[in-house]
């Protein structure tokens, strides 16, 4: 296929020429603004706004020193929804050799196509990109109660294991789920019914030759994702720290969590707030002590978790890199 050809020389090229474009979050995927079609561009007015931030990635880089920071971008993962990735970013992640994330919600996964997905995990695959998944979070809850939210979460975790055993990914990202000012009078029935679904999953990602690996989003403390991960622990379900979370919605001090969830950190997602809202700053541009959390992180760790990168801005990405070269311990 003439595409695999034209991949495979993309990948050999180790310093290709940079790009400017948005590199979004599952979270909150956004509008592209740099790569914008010009029949999108109506007005001066969104003109100007596209050169300014064109402008202000390009002085971002020229300050951060582009290509050293190339070998740490390697080493880490950048998360991006699929469809944004298919659609117009799958050629910047292969041409600077950005692993990805790739987020599937509930929209993806409902009108994949196959031949888009087939297409994009096989060109990631030939330049050897390591590929870490993200699933879908929306209105799902492992625990509930109601048998018919169970089961439409579990239909969404079964359309993942397909993405799973398509793309190959060293990780299966999913949210532990648990929120105690929804769940707190039937904690113990939430968290048995949940382990009955993360049981199944974790059995299923590991016979595709992956790892689940579950995240903290609304607990307050490390002990509301012990509960759902030290019973899985013999099966490879690990824990993925996610400092931006911790911040705002956790009630426990992140030295905390790290020193509770040392043997079980087996992924970190970072990205930066203000304690007040999930915001998805660039690191060191809220309040998180990034430099305190490595240095302990360094005392318990020889080799260091995978970390994934959640910008909502490619200025946010090179911003985040620059602060991160200053504090990698490892």
């Given at each position: 296929m003439a595409f695999g050809i034209n991949t495979l020389r993309v990948c050999q090229n180790r310093f290709p020429r940079p790009h400017h474009s948005n590199i979004p979050s599952i979270h909150h995927s956004i509008t592209p603004t740099l790569e914008t079609p010009s029949r999108v561009?109506?007005?001066?007015?969104?003109?100007?706004?596209?050169?300014?931030?064109?402008?202000?990635?390009?002085?971002?880089?020229?300050?951060?020193?582009?290509?050293?920071?190339?070998?740490?971008?390697?080493?880490?993962?950048?998360?991006?929804?699929?469809?944004?990735?298919?659609?117009?970013?799958?050629?910047?992640?292969?041409?600077?050799?950005?692993?990805?994330?790739?987020?599937?919600?509930a929209l993806a996964l409902e009108n994949a196509v196959h031949r888009e997905l087939t297409s994009t995990a096989l060109q990631l695959h030939e330049c050897n990109l390591e590929i870490t998944l993200h699933g879908p979070f929306t209105d799902l809850s492992p625990g509930s109660p109601d048998p018919a939210v169970r089961a439409v979460t579990r239909r969404r975790f079964e359309q993942l294991l397909d993405m799973v055993a398509l793309f190959k990914p060293r990780h299966v990202v999913c949210h532990g789920g648990y929120d105690k000012k929804r769940y707190f009078y039937m904690r113990e029935a939430w968290i048995q019914r949940s382990l009955d679904m993360w049981r199944w999953m974790a059995e299923s990602v590991g016979t595709l030759g992956s790892r689940l690996i579950l995240e903290n989003v609304y607990e307050h403390g490390p002990e509301e994702m012990k509960a759902l991960i030290e019973p899985l622990a013999h099966l490879g379900v690990g824990f993925c720290l996610d400092t931006g979370h911790q911040a705002a919605f956790g009630r426990t001090p992140l030295e905390v969590w790290v020193a509770s969830m040392a043997p079980h950190i087996a992924q970190l997602h970072l990205h930066d707030n203000n304690g007040d809202w999930d915001e998805h700053l660039a690191l060191g541009q809220g309040s998180i002590d990034f430099d305190r959390f490595f240095r302990q992180l360094r005392e318990i760790r020889e080799i260091p978790p995978l970390v994934s990168l959640e910008p909502h801005q490619e200025r946010d990405l090179w911003l985040s890199l620059k602060y991160l070269e200053k504090i990698w311990p490892w």
């Open positions: 561009v109506k007005s001066g007015v969104l003109r100007a706004r596209v050169l300014y931030i064109l402008q202000q990635s390009q002085s971002v880089k020229r300050k951060t020193g582009f290509r050293s920071m190339r070998h740490l971008l390697q080493k880490i993962q950048v998360n991006v929804p699929f469809r944004d990735l298919h659609d117009q970013y799958l050629s910047r992640f292969i041409e600077e050799r950005i692993n990805p994330e790739i987020g599937f919600d």
